[in-house]
């Protein structure tokens, strides 16, 4: 399915290389003042341009990534300028769908020309051709990141709903590779980038102010919707939340003081605290495939992390 949620519900459209990337949000309240502010620097944010890193210290990794050739040079040079389709009147909202675009200006499908007879190793090229018949080789169509952009717009809209009502997120990047120390993510992404590789990462996220009672037991669990929304995200690979995985190792004593703001899947009031591990990009120079890819996809997908978080709290508010 391409749409999320059921009561807040965000659809997404387009593929990589097509004309542009859209979506449609149904269940904004009327009235609200959109701050396009915000929704540019989360977008700039996704693509490494700019100030609004997750964490200052971050700006190192994220200028590696805008000056390296062939690594995010797509992300860095489209504008991701946002077009309102319907919904808004003078930046306020009518409380109808909200359609919006976004131009692939600088869509380039000539650079994947070559992947036009190629399963790339570690891609969805094999599945979606199994499932669908035909498959989108410019950029991964629909697999693509690039799909990110839309959900980060939406998520944008929520957190400015969701912060009239005091609910902050928060999310920022706390492990490239096995390097925990941000002032360091730059130079590892940078060696790993020299080398024609790739490297993961971990982002962490919390959410404050958010009112106990969120989440239904058995099967919509706050949690349990939240990783639903994580694992969505391209590359992501895992999630945990209060003790973890680590709490295997730790006595119940112990573990039993880290609930991650969850228990028995409804908010309890305190900080929601979750982690969310994303993979190396499989396509690197090193895996003899060309293309326009990241060194460390988990350096934009903080804002998308935020994005999609919004969304899952939107839907139980």
Known sequence: MNSFGDKFVFTSFGE???????????????????????IIANLDRRAGRGQQSAVSSQQSAVSDEQSAVGTSARA?????????LSGVLDGV??????????????????????????FRQGHADSTYAAKYGIRDWRGGGRASARETAARVVAGSIAQQVLAERGIVIKAQLVQVGNETRAE????????YRAEGDSIGGIIACEVTGLPMGLGEPIFDKLQAHLAYAMLSINACKG??????????????????????????????????HFRCVFKPTPSTPKAGIKG???????????????????????NFM
Request: net charge negative.
């Open 184 to 191: 360091h993510f730059g130079e590892v992404i940078k060696n």
């Open 93 to 118: 909202t009518l409380g109808t769908p909200i359609a919006f675009l976004i131009r692939n200006k600088d869509a380039r499908p000539e650079d994947y020309e070559a992947l036009k007879h190629t």
């Open 76 to 84: 860095a040079h489209e504008p991701d300028e946002v077009e309102w």
């Open 292 to 314: 326009r890819h990241d060194s460390c996809v988990a350096v934009r997908a903080v804002p998308v992390v935020e994005a999609m978080t919004a969304l899952v709290l939107m």
């Open 16 to 38: 990589s290389h097509s004309a542009a990337i859209g979506g449609v949000l149904d269940g904004v309240p009327a009235g609200l003042h959109i701050d396009l502010d915000l």
């Open 239 to 272: 999630f945990d939340y209060g003790s973890g995985f680590e709490g295997v190792s730790l006595p119940g004593s112990i573990a039993n003081q880290q609930s991650g703001g969850m228990l028995g899947g409804i908010s309890d009031g305190t900080t929601v």
